[in-house]
Nanobody, 125 residues
Framework: QVQLVESGGGLVQAGGSLRLSCAASGRTFTRSAMGWFRQAPGKEREFVAAITWSVGSTAYADSMKSRFTISRDNAKNTVNLQMNSLKPEDTAVYYC??????????????????WGQGTQVTVSS
């Protein structure tokens, strides 16, 4: 089993920044991908960004690629999401997820099977 624990959420004013972290433990995989998703009230969960564990290939949702940066620290089994220029519409619960993934040069946008509990991000106007 894989355990994922998110941290770093909170309340921030529009234009501000937050850095989310996801610590993975248990049975972690070299051939895997780590992703961030979010779910706003009344909306479906949506893809934010993802990174492959060993190569570090990245992918972003179009609306976030200029403001968000995903990175990983292999030694600490941690994936981070730096969020800048936050907007009220970024308010959501942010989830970390992981999945097995052999094709480390490309990044999966779906099919994640292990999820964290989520961390709330609230952006005030």
């Amino acid at each position: 089993q894989v355990q994922l624990v998110e941290s770093g959420g909170g309340l921030v004013q529009a234009g501000g920044s937050l850095r989310l972290s996801c610590a993975a433990s248990g049975r972690t995989f070299t051939r895997s991908a780590m992703g961030w998703f979010r779910q706003a009230p009344g909306k479906e969960r949506e893809f934010v960004a993802a990174i492959t564990w060993s190569v570090g290939s990245t992918a972003y949702a179009d609306s976030m690629k200029s403001r968000f940066t995903i990175s990983r620290d292999n030694a600490k089994n941690t994936v981070n999401l730096q969020m800048n220029s936050l907007k009220p519409e970024d308010t959501a619960v942010y989830y970390c997820a992981t999945r097995l993934w052999d094709f480390q040069g490309s990044v999966p946008l779906s099919g994640y099977g292990y999820w964290g509990q989520g961390t709330q991000v609230t952006v005030s106007s």
